[in-house]
């Protein structure tokens, strides 16, 4: 399955982004999908899963402030990010893996700027 992200760009801190990720599969639905990111320097780390039942689960970093979701009709996985920071500036990358928690594709990623 091909993942591309979209949505990233520059905000100023306090701001809000809508990053989307597509699937190019029609089971995508059958997947649990999560969003990373990875900072300059940094190890990449996951910020939120979904479950291909909408389960949710955040890194206690983004919690109250990121909100993951999906829509299976449009083979998409969205994270609206708001009251962002500049500790937030990294690549975010959508990743599908199955119900195993076996991965099976990683977008390309998309980057996320935040100025102070």
């Known amino acids: 399955v091909q993942l591309v992200e979209s949505g990233g760009g520059l905000v100023q801190a306090g701001g809000s982004l809508r990053l989307s990720c597509a699937a190019s599969?029609?089971?995508?639905?059958?997947?649990?999908m999560d969003w990373y990111r990875q900072a300059p320097g940094k190890q990449r780390e996951k910020v939120a899963t979904?479950?291909?039942?909408?389960?949710?689960n955040y890194a206690d970093s983004v919690k109250g402030r990121f909100t993951i979701s999906r829509d299976n009709a449009k083979n998409t996985v969205y994270l609206q990010m708001n009251s962002l920071k500049p500790e937030d500036t990294a690549v975010y990358y959508c990743?599908?893996?199955?119900?195993?928690?076996?991965?099976?594709?990683w977008g390309q990623g998309t980057q996320v700027t935040v100025s102070s």
């Open positions: 990743h599908a893996k199955l119900v195993t928690g076996t991965s099976v594709s």
């Open positions: 979904i479950t291909s039942g909408g389960s949710t």
């Open positions: 599969e029609t089971i995508f639905s059958i997947y649990a």
